[in-house]
């Protein structure tokens, strides 16, 4: 069922009216989010105000795009020519950017955040009009594209990336922002703000009868799960005021996201819905937020001493075992004459203004040198926090 922005439903040609746009979801579309029909700007003003946890933008572009485009062979680019990608002027472009930003940031949670994206026509107007609103830019991430159009004229370099703008509502805003698992994915390494991912192709685009694309601008699910993964968290409510072919939502439905989407066209709309209707959301095992060390419950080195897994009188050592402290019964360390914490001992023996003991201290268990920390692994693992 397809929401319009004043507050009807559309089923094929028949409408019927029902309540206001507001955070429920589509009875067609289950509890993972719903389609609102109409202009952006109508259906943001609509919605109540600090509701959403995260909008994604993907506006138009404001291509300027003179005459047609032909490859070598002089067949002709299937290039984004729809009457909505087009303004009267600069002025106009951002007059409308300015609108729908202001509405969007008006529907944010205080400590929500903000992702748009946009090429080298429209990304720096777009930046401009962020801030002047309030918005606190984080990061821009450029996509690289795998897989990108050439420059079939041969005047220009190769246009192989788009830029995303990550920004929170404003600068003491507490946005989620899954560090850690997004390291843990990527081998232990941070993620960088250049993203590799290709164009959307082969199954992914969403066709018509006659095999032309549903949607001339569909961004790869890829992309679109990289941001949710990075900046929502499981259960969080994921606007798209540009809805398009249903990305976002189809994303969101998959990783146990919320969403609510906005699309004036029609045909845009209902292909949207059925692509999300086909989605199957992943189990919600695997979709468990990611548990931090800093998130982890306390667990003190006493703990492992009365639980006996490190006896009193037991030497710990560093992995180099240059350095030695003494396990007393009451969890504290000595070494030679000093008696601290497990930090305070390591710092001291080092020389250091600190220490992180739970790394630095090793143990022999099982016949192996193991950091202390892999103790208090098992007793968190206990607690069904690991």
């Avoid at 009807?8 to 019927?16: E, I, K």
Wanted: glycine content about 8%; overall charge positive.
């Amino acid at each position: 069922m397809l929401l319009t922005s004043n507050g009807t439903a559309r089923s094929g040609d028949r409408v019927r009216a029902v309540r206001s746009p507001s955070l429920a979801p589509d009875p067609g579309l289950g509890l993972s989010g719903r389609i609102i029909l109409g202009d952006c700007i109508a259906a943001l003003d609509a919605l109540p105000a600090n509701s959403v946890d995260m909008v994604f933008a993907d506006p138009p572009y404001n291509l300027q795009l003179q005459g047609e485009l032909h490859r070598p062979d002089d067949s002709l680019v299937d290039a984004v020519t729809d009457s909505w990608d087009q303004f009267d002027s600069f002025a106009a472009y951002d007059a409308f950017t300015r609108a729908w930003l202001a509405a969007a940031r008006r529907v944010l949670k205080p400590n929500g955040s903000l992702w748009v994206i946009g090429s080298y026509h429209n990304i720096f107007r777009v930046g401009t009009a962020l801030q002047d609103l309030g918005f606190w830019v984080l990061n821009d991430v450029i996509w690289r594209k795998a897989n990108p159009m050439p420059n079939f004229r041969g005047r220009r370099f190769t246009n192989a990336h788009e830029t995303l703008i990550w920004a929170s509502r404003d600068a003491k805003a507490r946005y989620t922002f899954n560090y850690e698992a997004l390291k843990a994915g990527n081998e232990d390494v941070q993620v960088r703000s250049d993203w590799f991912i290709p164009l959307c192709t082969g199954e992914e685009r969403l066709k018509d009868q006659a095999g032309r694309k549903v949607h001339p601008t569909q961004k790869p699910e890829a992309l679109i799960a990289r941001v949710l993964l990075a900046s929502s968290k499981p259960g969080d409510v994921v606007l798209d005021p540009f809805f398009g072919s249903g990305t976002t939502g189809a994303v969101a439905k998959r990783l146990g996201r919320r969403f609510i989407g906005i699309e004036r066209d029609p045909a845009y709309a209902r292909a949207a819905e059925a692509r999300i209707l086909s989605v199957e959301p992943l189990a919600e095992a695997s979709l468990a937020a990611f548990t931090t060390a800093r998130e982890a419950p306390r667990v003190a080195f006493a703990s492992l001493v009365e639980r006996g897994m490190v006896a009193p009188g037991t030497v710990l050592t560093d992995e180099k075992q240059r350095f030695q402290a003494v396990v007393r019964p009451d969890g504290s360390l000595m070494a030679g004459p000093q008696v601290g914490s497990i930090h305070k001992i390591g710092a001291l023996v080092q020389g250091a203004q600190a220490c992180n003991g739970w790394t630095f201290w090793h143990v022999t268990d099982n016949g192996r040198l193991s950091p202390i920390d892999a103790l208090r692994a098992r007793i968190r693992e206990e607690m069904g926090a690991s």
